[in-house]
């Protein structure tokens, strides 16, 4: 099987990166980026979730998601896998130009190339869980069963 590597928003495949940038509109509001609705949904408050929609960059949206002294939310680890597949999804099915490549990824397996993160990517040890490529894979099946 294929495996396509990518990191962050560089290089060819770097649409696939939460940090690319192609927006989408959900619950009302345009998020320019797929960091910026994941971390924004960490929280509850409409004031730290706008602070993060109006982020300039994904890395600030990022860098805000991050803060501790922010009430993160009780039910985080329970939903941000969920979270996570409509920032995807959405994503691409708004975006028509970077669908397209994504359906034309065929069935390879696509691999977050990160060295900082077990969780999301593959790791320093290319042993990590990889959850964000297996969120693309399922999005990626998902919207070829929509297409007509």
Known sequence: MKTIRFYK?????????TYS???FFKDGIYWK????YYQAQKFVEPEVKLKIANAKTPKIASTIGRDRNL???SDWEEIKQNIMYD???FKFKQNKDILRKLLDTGNAE???ATVKENYW?????NDG???YGKILVRVRKQLRTEQY
């Open 71 to 73: 009430n993160l939310r």
């Open 21 to 23: 940038n192609h927006g």
């Open 110 to 112: 696509l691999v977050e």
């Open 87 to 89: 920032a995807v999804y």
């Open 9 to 17: 928003e560089f290089g060819e495949y770097g649409y696939l990166a």
């Open 121 to 125: 990517g593959c790791g320093p040890n």
């Open 33 to 36: 980026t797929s960091e910026h």
């Open 129 to 131: 869980q990889n959850n």
